[in-house]
């Protein structure tokens, strides 16, 4: 069982930066990729990025255009989303997902939310215009 709390969210100017960060309990941290989702309202829960068990792979939506950097510091049992250059249209929930690592799958690092096992409460992330 693995227990995600995000943090980091909030309200921030549009071009502003902010850093979400995702804390995992449990010592199995390094079984899982991790990734980023997102919710707007009234739209589909949407991929943002995704990390592997080691950091070696990494997957972002296009639509992020190189905006976003997600990063991971095992020792801590954390996954961080770097978001700068946000516009209002990143105005969302944001959830962190665990997804456990298929036994010979090293890059592991899902893209589609049915892959992955557990999730995070989410945290608010209001940008204004």
């Known amino acids: 069982q693995v227990q995600l709390v995000e943090t980091g969210g909030g309200l921030v100017q549009a071009v502003g930066s902010l850093r979400l960060s995702c804390a995992a309990s449990g010592r199995t941290f390094r079984r899982y990729a991790m990734g980023w989702f997102r919710q707007a309202p009234g739209k589909e829960r949407e991929f943002v990025a995704a990390?592997?068990?080691?950091?070696?792979?990494?997957s972002y939506a296009n639509s992020l255009q190189g905006r976003f950097t997600i990063s991971r510091d095992n020792a801590k049992n954390t996954v961080y989303l770097q978001m700068n250059s946000l516009k209002s249209e990143d105005t969302a929930v944001y959830y962190c997902?665990?997804?456990?690592?298929?036994?010979?799958?090293?890059?592991?690092?899902?893209?589609?939310?049915?892959?992955?096992?557990?999730w995070g409460q989410g945290t608010q992330v209001t940008v204004s215009s």
């Open positions: 997902a665990a997804s456990q690592i298929p036994a010979i799958a090293t890059n592991w690092a899902p893209v589609v939310g049915h892959e992955y096992d557990y």
């Open positions: 990390i592997s068990w080691s950091g070696g792979a990494t």
